[in-house]
């Protein structure tokens, strides 16, 4: 049999992502969706990533995140940028950006 504790855990943190996730709908102290905290399930269903992917990049803090009460809390803000660190840019943009930085050449 498993632990009862472990299931305890488990459903005290479905429990707190799905409050994080009414406070986000519900907008309750009148903050903007993007300043709202999210759980783990809700950052990781936010990046389109497994939860066990979104713990790797925590334990390699690669991700910005905050820890209360033992639980990783996410901003939007933070997990966008994230996103954007990964940004590749086109080809016509690395084009615009070397002839910025290339001195001037006269003819």
Do not use: H, W
Not at 27 to 37: C, I, K, L, R
Not at 52 to 80: A, P
């Amino acid at each position: 049999m498993e632990n009862p504790f472990e299931e305890i855990i488990i459903k005290l943190d479905q429990l707190e992502d799905k409050i994080c996730a009414l406070y986000t709908r519900l907008d309750v102290n009148g903050n903007n969706s993007e300043d709202a905290p999210l759980g783990m399930q809700e950052a990781a269903k936010f990046l389109r990533i497994s939860i066990q992917t979104l713990y790797g990049l925590v334990s390699k803090r690669e991700i910005s995140y905050c820890k209360r009460n033992n639980r990783n809390i996410f901003y939007k803000k933070d997990l966008e940028e994230y996103i954007q660190r990964g940004r590749i840019p086109s080809k016509s943009e690395i084009k615009v950006n070397a002839n910025s930085l290339l001195p001037l050449r006269s003819n």
